[in-house]
C-alpha cells in the first residue's frame, strides 16, 4: 500500500463552523505533513509531524489545529475560519520521522481536500 | 531560509519535442535533495524524479533527466519526447534535515498537439 487517503474529497463549512481533515497512511512513514495550496500556487508547509510530535509549525494562524493521534493518521481540525482559507489542502508523508535525509526520502502526497470557506 | 525559483511561469512544447524547465535554489546546507513534482488537473502531486546533493552524477527516469549543477544552486528538467499528458504544473521543490519540504513557484507546461 502506497497510498496517503485524504478525506473528506470536498467540503463546504461557514465560517463559524467546525470541522475537521482527516489523512491516513499504512506505509509505517514516521513523518507527516499538511501543505495548503490556492489555485496556480505552490503549496505552502503548514505543519510537520516527526513521530507524532509536532516538529514544524510555519507560523500557521490558531484557526487550523492539526492533530497526531497515532503514526498513521493525522488530523487538521478546522474554527472559525475565513473566506481567504478557501484552498487545496494536502497531506504527504515520508518515510522518516528523525529528519535525516536517507537514500529514497521522497514524499508521498495524498489527492487533497478542496475546502470552501463560505 | 532556503528559497526555491522557477523563472518560467508558463511554457509549451510541440509533441514528440523537447522541453527544459529552471529551477534555481538558495541554501547554505551541504546536504539536502532536490525534487521535480508534476501536479496534472487532477491536481495530484506526482513525484517526476530526484537528486541527492551529494551526488555528482545527474539522475534519470526514462524521458525525464536533470542537469544539476551544485555550485551554481541549479536544477533544470529536461523532458524529451514530450507527450500529451505531461501538461501539467511542474514543481521544482528542495528538501532539507529535519523534514523540511519546500516548493518553487511552478511552471505550467502545455504540450501542443
Given at each position: 500500500?502506497?497510498?496517503?487517503?485524504q478525506?473528506p474529497?470536498?467540503?463546504?463549512?461557514?465560517?463559524?463552523n467546525?470541522?475537521?481533515?482527516k489523512?491516513?497512511?499504512h506505509?509505517?512513514?514516521?513523518a507527516?505533513?499538511?501543505?495548503?495550496?490556492?489555485?496556480?500556487?505552490?503549496p505552502?508547509?503548514?505543519?510537520v509531524?516527526?513521530?507524532?510530535?509536532l516538529?514544524?509549525?510555519?507560523?500557521?494562524?490558531?484557526?487550523?489545529?492539526p492533530?497526531?493521534?497515532?503514526?498513521?493518521?493525522?488530523?487538521?481540525h478546522?474554527?472559525?475560519l475565513?473566506?481567504e482559507?478557501s484552498?487545496?489542502?494536502l497531506?504527504?508523508?515520508?518515510?522518516?520521522?528523525?529528519?535525516?535525509?536517507e537514500?529514497?526520502?521522497?514524499?508521498?502526497?495524498?489527492?487533497?481536500?478542496q475546502?470552501?470557506?463560505? | 531560509?532556503?528559497?526555491?525559483?522557477?523563472?518560467?511561469?508558463?511554457?509549451s512544447?510541440?509533441?514528440?519535442?523537447?522541453?527544459?524547465?529552471?529551477?534555481?535554489y538558495?541554501?547554505s546546507?551541504?546536504?539536502?535533495?532536490?525534487?521535480?513534482?508534476?501536479?496534472?488537473?487532477?491536481?495530484?502531486?506526482?513525484?517526476v524524479i530526484?537528486?541527492?546533493a551529494?551526488k555528482?552524477?545527474?539522475?534519470?527516469?526514462?524521458?525525464?533527466?536533470v542537469n544539476?549543477?551544485?555550485a551554481?544552486?541549479?536544477?533544470?528538467?529536461?523532458?524529451?519526447?514530450?507527450?500529451?499528458?505531461?501538461?501539467?504544473?511542474?514543481f521544482?521543490?528542495?528538501?532539507?534535515?529535519?523534514?523540511?519540504?519546500y516548493?518553487?513557484?511552478?511552471?505550467?507546461l502545455?504540450?501542443?498537439p
Amino acid at each position: 500500500d502506497t497510498e496517503v487517503t485524504q478525506t473528506p474529497k470536498h467540503l463546504v463549512m461557514g465560517m463559524t463552523n467546525k470541522k475537521s481533515l482527516k489523512c491516513e497512511q499504512h506505509m509505517g512513514h514516521r513523518a507527516m505533513y499538511w501543505y495548503k495550496q490556492k489555485a496556480k500556487k505552490p503549496p505552502e508547509l503548514m505543519f510537520v509531524y516527526s513521530y507524532e510530535k509536532l516538529s514544524i509549525n510555519e507560523s500557521v494562524p490558531s484557526r487550523f489545529s492539526p492533530e497526531c493521534p497515532n503514526s498513521s493518521l493525522l488530523n487538521l481540525h478546522l474554527h472559525a475560519l475565513q473566506p481567504e482559507d478557501s484552498a487545496l489542502y494536502l497531506c504527504a508523508s515520508s518515510q522518516l520521522g528523525t529528519g535525516g535525509l536517507e537514500t529514497n526520502e521522497k514524499l508521498f502526497f495524498g489527492s487533497g481536500t478542496q475546502l470552501s470557506v463560505l | 531560509a532556503q528559497t526555491v525559483t522557477q523563472s518560467q511561469p508558463e511554457m509549451s512544447v510541440q509533441e514528440a519535442e523537447t522541453v527544459t524547465l529552471s529551477c534555481t535554489y538558495d541554501t547554505s546546507e551541504n546536504n539536502y535533495y532536490l525534487f521535480w513534482y508534476k501536479q496534472p488537473p487532477s491536481r495530484q502531486m506526482i513525484l517526476v524524479i530526484r537528486q541527492e546533493a551529494y551526488k555528482q552524477q545527474n539522475a534519470t527516469e526514462n524521458r525525464f533527466s536533470v542537469n544539476f549543477q551544485k555550485a551554481a544552486k541549479s536544477f533544470s528538467l529536461k523532458i524529451s519526447d514530450s507527450q500529451l499528458g505531461d501538461t501539467a504544473m511542474y514543481f521544482c521543490a528542495f528538501m532539507m534535515t529535519g523534514n523540511q519540504f519546500y516548493f518553487g513557484t511552478g511552471t505550467s507546461l502545455t504540450v501542443i498537439p
